[in-house]
């Protein structure tokens, strides 16, 4: 039997969540609004909206999960990786509040938290998996053995995937956060409207910075023949960007999977959110035989029930920390 009170604060996302024996009753998630106006996450900015945050948003999971500080059997939080200064907020808050309440503590690994965020709901992949995990900051194929034993298999050289869909974002003078409108505009049109060189990098590795670059070519190219071409066309691109990038992913995770043997197939972390990433995998299951897994909505951005369900399977482990725990923005997988 075990309350899992978890913390998430990683980057610009204060989020707070209940885990009780397994189950998730409450996941609140605080976004911050501010970063539109400049284009991108601020980290000065974020670190001091997750402190006026991020008492009401614990005060607000108890209520949803109903139950009080007395109940809750562990702290857990995300130590890294993500934003330092961000990161300080939620871990300095788990500590003070594990002390005041002498309840263990348990650090996560964002990254292995997206992974395991496959457990919250059925139906749960068995082990060995694969998960791609894709977001504005990793972009990785992980061979997933056990709940905490996971290896990379296959990672980008430079940017992330999401990277390249913000970045790409920005080039359309689309607003931020970017991604999310690329997809949405991709939705109404041709994703063989425009081809976009798919980069050669041996083994699973990915590289999207030579495709963030053709991009940048392609429209400034049009743009002098047209110089309204973005807006006369701006759904087809969206689209066919959209089509390269996803298509660019999934091929890797095709040789990963003939590589290993394996038919289970996961996706993790924001960019799974993406619905033609989530369309192209169900297809691909179809004409592969693969057991695709793909998580809600909900779970799939920084939240804190994935850091509760993780600390839940280290609760089982007595896997805690002690008081002279620090955040890092960088951790080894």
Same mark, same amino acid.
């Given at each position: ?66 139950? !009080?500080?007395? /109940?809750?059997?562990?702290? *857990? =939080? ?5 934003? @330092?200064?961000?990161?300080?907020? #939620? ?64 990672? !980008?050289?430079? /940017?992330?995937?999401?990277? *390249? =869909? ?5 080039? @359309?003078?689309?607003?931020?956060? #970017? ?64 089509? !390269? ?89």
């Amino acid at each position: 039997m075990s309350v899992i009170l978890a913390i998430e604060s990683s980057c610009d996302e204060t989020s707070v969540a209940i885990c009780n024996n397994g189950k998730i009753t409450a996941n609140v998630i605080a976004n911050q609004t501010i970063h539109e106006n400049y284009g991108g996450v601020v980290p000065e900015l974020a670190s001091r909206v997750h402190q006026q945050n991020i008492v009401p948003v614990i005060q607000q999971a108890l209520i949803d999960a109903k139950v !009080s500080k007395k /109940d809750i059997n562990a702290i *857990a =939080f995300t130590r890294g990786p993500g934003l @330092l200064g961000s990161l300080l907020v #939620g871990v300095s808050f788990a500590k003070s509040f594990a002390l005041a309440l002498d309840l263990p503590l348990i650090a996560v690994n964002h990254m292995h938290a997206h992974i395991l965020a496959h457990f919250i709901d059925d139906p749960k992949p068995s082990f060995p998996f694969l998960c791609l995990t894709v977001s504005g900051g990793h972009t990785q194929i992980v061979l997933v053995k056990d709940y905490f034993d996971m290896e990379i298999v296959g990672e !980008s050289l430079d /940017d992330a995937a999401g990277e *390249a =869909f913000d970045k790409t974002a920005k080039i @359309l003078n689309l607003p931020y956060p #970017g991604g999310p409108l690329i997809d949405l505009h991709a939705t109404k049109g041709n994703p063989l409207a425009y081809k976009f060189p798919e980069p050669q990098i041996k083994d699973l590795n990915y590289s999207f910075s030579g495709l963030k670059t053709a991009i940048l070519y392609f429209i400034r190219a049009q743009e002098k023949m047209n110089p309204d071409f973005i807006q006369e066309n701006l759904n087809d691109i969206c689209a066919s960007v959209q089509h !390269s990038i996803v298509h660019i992913l999934l091929n890797k995770v095709k040789k990963a999977a003939k590589q290993y043997n394996i038919k289970e197939i996961a996706i993790a972390g924001g960019v799974s959110a993406n619905t033609g990433l989530r369309k192209a995998l169900e297809e691909k299951s179809e004409e592969l035989g693969w057991k695709v897994f793909i998580p809600a909505f909900q779970f799939c951005t920084d939240n804190a029930a994935m850091i509760a369900i993780a600390g839940h399977y280290k609760f089982i482990n007595q896997e805690f920390v002690g008081q002279d725990i620090a955040p890092a923005s960088r951790m080894e997988f």
